[in-house]
């Protein structure tokens, strides 16, 4: 079994600045991906950033590039999202999962963290 574990949510002012990170611990794995959700309240799941392990690149959503910076530490198996500028619609539990080598979606998902934008 592979752990997922996120931190560094909580409460801010709009425009303010969080760090999220998720730590991978169990199973030793070799990922395809890892990468960032987010699940506003009364809202579907939906996709934020996702960083290739093997070559490093990273695919953001179109509305959040600007804000958003999704960064590893390979040998940690650990991604992080530096969130900037944040607006209350940013609000919302923010998820981390991996794509294993093998596995066609992401297999593995973090119990998430609450990120709330205050106005």
């Known amino acids: 079994q592979v752990q997922l574990v996120e931190s560094g949510g909580g409460l801010v002012q709009a425009g303010g600045s969080l760090r999220l990170s998720c730590e991978a611990s169990g199973r030793p794995f070799s990922a395809v991906a890892m990468g960032w959700f987010r699940q506003p309240p009364g809202k579907e799941r939906e996709f934020v950033a996702v960083m290739r392990w093997s070559g490093g690149g990273a695919v953001y959503a179109d509305s959040l590039k600007d804000r958003f910076t999704i960064s590893r530490h390979k040998t940690k198996n650990a991604v992080y999202l530096q969130m900037n500028s944040l607006k209350p619609e940013d609000t919302a539990v923010y998820y981390c999962?991996?794509?294993?080598?093998?596995?066609?979606?992401?297999?593995?998902w973090g119990q998430g963290t609450q990120v709330t934008v205050s106005s």
């Open positions: 999962a991996v794509q294993r080598v093998g596995r066609s979606d992401y297999d593995y």
